[in-house]
């Protein structure tokens, strides 16, 4: 029996166009949190064998509403749901999701002990290689590999929440991202699997009407008092993150919304409690807030071929999304002194301007779009725009600098600002661009690295101590970061060592689906020239059809799933 079949099957009261929710009174909430707080003791005592079953219920639930899913989340940001794009909608929300769900049985059924395939130091540091695992993932990923970074002198430990069990129940409030579907449900499984909390997920009001089908899909662990979903603006949140039943807390958005919860609601208020060290609320908090995500071009020489790809992966890099993604590309850094920067910054101009403008459905996107060509009169937007459409814009040549606007301010649309460093050769580059983008640039949360096969090799050492040296939780080399988004078997957050009155990119992880319990950072490593065309450009020929397929193959793997995605993706 299909999911398809077997979705109608299960979900036949599900809307084929969900409404958007009525809010969830205050009232109703504390009957929600109360019952949540009489089962987070009866969630610790639920074994192994019990949660890989309510794991396998939830990735048929999620296949059943897959189709209504990103349809819905098409028409909220103006994409036809049939379209070719809409493929998007099926990569960041379902695929992610149902991967995730996968990959949590996979750790659960070693115990919470999956073993990495390969384990190695660097400069005393433990490295545990996580992709490829197998065949197939060697095949879905040509040319990749995958490695966890365990924070300096702490071991490779994994899953020690499955053998040091808590004595006391906790409830997490998930405060949960309005831009794309699968962070909430994404947030929510790290909770409830890697730290053993039931979760309230309070959905965002730009993507609220994503709520009935999460609860759809995570109906098994709803019916039993372990996860429950509610609806409203600010005013909830903050009563929420107040609650006295609510043990934990866990947001992904920025750090303006982290500090008004931490600090207070007021920049007067947030500062003086900071400078006195009194925080409004003390509970514990995650989050994942953000960063203006650098894309290191170091120098080399390109062959036109390569130009091409790169200018429009780093396109594609900016405009996923309408460019509302915490990882979407916001500024590139280049050698002021590499013979083909112009001719590279020529295309990338070429290939904004081949690629259709998009809604800009999330709020202040246009206020924000207009403080950035305020502050450079140099900027070059593709068009001319409108209320709802902020045009692809490079800003090239901006100061690289301390406290510049454009490194320290997040810009959240369709903006790529340019730095250009003036440096020698590559490895003196490599070492002055990480130096850069640690200490000037905004955030810490992930960054992408391009560099040609003849000059990895020519300069391998630096390369390495370069990746060594970036305070990044997530890194891309040849990849776009995000990437490590959407494969849950990486850590996904800030770099650690954030200070609460200072969060930059934030605190802890999410994903983690190796149960690492000390991460420092993970590194994805692909091809120069990634083929077949990935599944992260827009402009994929057949980027739903590989999407939707890839969603059946991630709920059930298997050669036959394999091949049929495998021809889709090669006809891209």
């Known amino acids: 029996m299909s999911y398809n079949s077997q979705g109608a099957e299960m979900l036949t009261d599900h809307p084929k166009v969900v409404q958007s929710p009525k809010a969830t009174s205050f009232e109703e909430a504390d009957a929600i949190a109360t019952r949540l707080a009489h089962r987070k003791d009866a969630w610790l005592q639920v074994g192994i064998p019990e ?22 989340a098409c028409r909220a940001k103006g994409i036809d749901p049939q379209s070719t794009l809409a493929g998007e909608e099926w990569y960041v929300g379902p695929v992610v999701t149902v991967y995730n769900l996968r990959l949590l049985v996979k750790a659960l059924r070693a115990n919470g002990q999956p073993h990495p395939p390969k384990l190695r130091t660097f400069n005393g540091q433990t490295i545990a290689q996580v992709f490829p695992a197998d065949i197939i993932d060697r095949l879905l990923l040509l040319g990749f590999t995958g490695e966890v970074w365990m924070e300096p002198g702490k071991p490779a430990t994994q899953g020690l929440v499955y053998r040091n069990k808590a004595t006391a129940g906790k409830v997490c409030l998930v405060l949960g991202a309005g831009n794309l579907s699968a962070i909430a449900p994404m947030d929510a499984l790290y909770k409830l699997f890697a730290e053993d909390e039931v979760v309230l997920l309070k959905m965002n009001p730009v993507n609220e009407y994503m709520g009935s089908i999460l609860a759809s899909a995570f109906q098994p662990l709803r019916q039993e008092g372990f996860f429950e979903v509610v609806y409203g603006g600010a005013d909830l ?62 120098p080399g020489h390109w062959s036109q071929a390569d130009l091409a790809f790169q200018a429009r992966h780093v396109a594609e890099m900016v405009i996923h999304n309408a460019s509302f993604n915490c990882c979407s590309a916001k500024l590139l850094v280049t050698a002021r002194g590499w013979p083909q920067r112009e001719e590279f910054l020529s295309l990338l101009k070429r290939e904004f301007a081949a690629i259709p403008p998009r809604e800009a459905y999330y709020p202040g996107a246009k206020q924000r779009y207009l403080k950035f060509l305020n502050q450079y009169p140099q900027a070059q937007p593709v068009n001319s725009g409108s209320d709802t459409i902020v045009p692809w814009t490079l800003i090239p040549d901006v100061p690289a600098e301390a406290g510049e606007y454009a490194l320290t301010q997040e810009a959240f649309c369709g903006v790529l600002a340019e730095v250009n460093l003036e440096t020698g050769n590559a490895g003196e580059f490599l070492a002055q661009a990480v130096e850069f983008v640690n200490q000037t640039v905004w955030g810490n949360l992930s960054c992408t690295m391009l560099i040609d096969p003849v000059t990895q090799r020519k300069w391998a050492a630096e390369l390495e101590a370069a990746i060594a040296n970036l305070h ?43 149960l690492f319990e000390h991460p420092q950072k993970s590194v994805l490593r692909g091809t120069f020239r990634i083929f077949p065309t990935p599944i992260w450009f827009s402009r994929h020929r057949h980027l739903r059809q590989v999407t939707m397929r890839l969603a059946q193959f991630q709920a059930k793997p298997g050669w036959g799933r394999f091949f049929k995605l495998a021809i889709a993706a090669l006809a891209g």
């Open 51 to 72: 949660r890989i079953h309510y794991l396998e219920q939830c990735i048929e639930r999620v296949m059943a509403v897959a189709e209504v899913w990103a349809e819905t």
């Open 237 to 298: 949140g903050q009563y929420l993150c107040q609650h006295p039943q609510i043990n934990t807390l866990h947001i992904t958005g920025s750090h303006h919304t982290h500090d008004a919860i931490v600090w207070g609601a007021t920049p007067d208020e947030q500062t003086e409690r900071k400078s006195n060290r009194q925080p409004l609320n003390c509970k514990p908090i995650t989050s994942e807030l953000g960063c203006v995500t650098p894309v290191i071009v170091v």
């Open 472 to 514: 990044y939780g997530a890194i891309g080399i040849n990849v776009w970061s995000s990437v490590l988004f959407a494969m849950p078997l990486f850590p996904w957050g800030a770099f650690p060592g954030n200070a609460l009155d200072d969060i930059r990119s934030g605190q802890g992880v999410v994903h983690n689906t190796y």
